[in-house]
């Protein structure tokens, strides 16, 4: 009796482990080429539980947006149609991702397919049949599916849980014959033989071409999430063959670099977590050159109390010879900067590695006094801000080698060791001030005055803040801020829907940390003005009010070009 339980304990220990070891790739995956791009995939059914738990249905949606006019009954029949009638499985993931190749002829070849699950093909077949649009396109049989070509350049292809509906281009450009000396048409290609190649490759790859092999991508389904995204950088490497300048060891340093990132509605916010996993070769640089964090002193004393965006960054500028040294290039680029005096070393060292970014006052002015008339809706309105970029020097005498450099160019010019604007600069109407510390754009004097000055205290958002210490990148935007100094004068088409806008949003907040030996992490948030509904909830309401702006404002125009040219707009005005 002891031996059996021992034994039926032990199957349960197996049984457990194997569980914990179970492949997480969704089924879908082994329909996604190894060398995609990138992959966005949503979870419809997720997303449709946090809207009925806020108070929204999927019919509420459908009766806000199509309203009960002629134009709307047919388009709200067709959404139904897809939706009850096409034997689509509406509670599995749904995937998007592109597939993009360059061919012999050196020309670029993109595939954008979009996949989801069905619970019926003849159900399927029977909709597509009945759609005014296809009559006339035959339903084909391949071995592992069907298929049908919709159109030029898109098609749709099944089997009986998978639907992919794709869209192809291949961009074909004049060649150079270098014989003739004179550019050629390319050769017409069969592009419908050719998209029907690429996903046929869908339903035939064995797994080991697929992302169902990779596991970067399958593990990124293990924190649930309402959505998430892929990319592969792999898919460059073909491209690499069209430089024309061919860099010895591009490809190592290129290849196998991925990023994974979850998309999460929360209460009050959107989060989205990204991790960028890189191959032995970059992580070796990027740990052999590890930088530091932001210097949040760069804009305590910025001279606003309205401050709209603020970037910040900081790295190891030897960061770009450590890549130049791996690329075996170093020299090519010495060699080439020679003639004018200047060394790789030169550029890169003259920068310490901080870098701010700061923007305020963004709005809209009131009209000058000059440019005012009798209707409002015709005074001139200029917009308006201030803005500082400031980077920090490193190396004096590179820094010094490297502004003289432009000052011999018409670039800055210089007075008493100060660097300021001349030529393509001054033109701009920007603001540029240069000493042995600091390389500082700025929108105008006042700004750049105040700045340097340090009297003043700029007000950001304490949490922000607190979020960027220790980090080495950051992003603040203030959305609702900015919303409110471009709407308030404001008397488009569109401003209750930037009123709803304004008081949906708060902010965003983004950062990322530094190389920790095995990747790097980011974040990325958007805050709500209301912190205790879902955000998919707050963002659906928005957008369903955006669409029916949209709608009636398209019917406006499409009423009024109808009263203005009874007989339909002449060919001459739509192609100008």
Not at 236 to 265: C, G, H, R, V, W
Request: one cysteine or more; aromatic letters at 10%.
């Amino acid at each position: 009796m002891k031996q059996m339980v021992r034994f039926s304990l032990l199957l349960l220990f197996i049984a457990a482990t194997l569980a914990s070891c179970k492949n997480n790739s969704p089924k879908e995956a082994k329909f996604i080429p190894k060398d995609a791009s990138f992959v966005v995939v949503v979870d419809p059914q997720q997303m449709q539980d946090k809207l009925q738990k806020g108070g929204i249905s999927i019919d509420t949606l459908i009766s806000k947006i199509f309203k009960n006019d002629p134009s709307d009954v047919k388009a709200k029949a067709k959404f139904n149609g897809i939706r009850d009638s096409a034997g689509m499985n509406w509670g599995e993931k749904i995937f998007l991702f592109m597939v993009q190749k360059t061919n012999a002829d050196n020309s670029q070849s993109n595939t954008f397919s979009v996949m989801g699950g069905i619970t019926d093909a003849t159900k399927l077949e029977f909709f597509l049949k009945k759609q005014d649009e296809l009559k006339g396109k035959e339903i084909k049989k391949e071995k592992d599916y069907s298929y049908l070509v919709t159109g030029d350049g898109s098609m749709l292809a099944w089997n009986d849980k998978q639907l992919i509906a794709t869209m192809y281009t291949h961009a074909l450009k004049p060649f150079y014959d270098t014989v003739a000396m004179t550019f050629k048409k390319p050769v017409a290609t069969n592009t419908e033989a050719e998209m029907k190649q690429q996903v046929n490759q869908y339903f035939i790859q064995k797994e080991s071409e697929s992302l169902a092999s990779v596991d970067i991508f399958t593990h990124m389904f293990k924190e649930k999430a309402d959505g998430y995204a892929f990319t592969n950088a792999n898919s460059a490497l073909a491209s690499l063959s069209m430089m024309p300048l061919q860099i010895p060891k591009l490809e190592e340093l290129i290849k196998d670099n991925y990023s994974a990132s979850t998309l999460s509605f929360e209460d009050g916010k959107v989060i989205a977590k990204t991790t960028s996993y890189t191959n032995p070769v970059l992580s070796n640089v990027l740990k052999q050159y590890a930088g530091p964090t932001v210097n949040l002193s760069m804009i305590e004393n910025y001279p606003s109390q309205n401050i709209n965006g603020v970037m910040l960054a900081s790295f190891n500028p030897e960061i770009f010879g450590g890549i130049l040294k791996q690329l075996e290039v170093e020299g090519l680029v010495n060699n080439f900067l020679q003639k004018t005096g200047l060394s790789s070393q030169d550029i890169y060292k003259s920068f310490k590695g901080d870098i701010a970014v700061v923007v305020s006052d963004l709005g809209i002015a009131e009209p000058e006094p000059q440019s005012k008339t009798d209707e409002k809706s015709m005074m001139r309105k200029k917009p308006f801000g201030k803005m500082i970029f400031n980077a920090t020097v490193g190396d004096k005498a590179g820094f010094t080698k490297l502004m003289d450099k432009a000052v011999e160019q018409g670039v800055l010019i210089k007075q008493n060791n100060i660097y300021k604007a001349s030529g393509s600069f001054a033109m701009m109407g920007l603001f540029v001030r240069a000493d042995e510390k600091n390389f500082i754009i700025a929108s105008d004097s006042v700004t750049y005055t105040q700045y340097m000055a340090k009297t003043n205290k700029a007000v950001i958002n304490k949490e922000a803040l607190d979020r960027f210490k220790g980090k080495s990148t950051v992003f603040y935007f203030d959305i609702a801020n900015t919303l409110n100094g471009f709407i308030k004068d404001s008397t488009g088409n569109y401003t209750h829907s930037l009123r709803t806008a304004k008081e949906t949003f708060k902010d965003v907040i983004a950062s990322s940390d530094n190389f920790d030996g095995k990747s790097i992490k980011a974040s990325f948030e958007i805050r709500m003005q209301n912190e205790k509904q879902n955000s998919l909830v707050t963002l659906t309401s928005l957008f369903t009010d955006i669409a029916v702006d949209i709608r009636v404002q398209a019917k406006r125009e499409k009423e009024m070009e109808e009263k203005l040219f009874p007989g339909g707009v002449p060919a001459i005005i739509r192609t100008n």
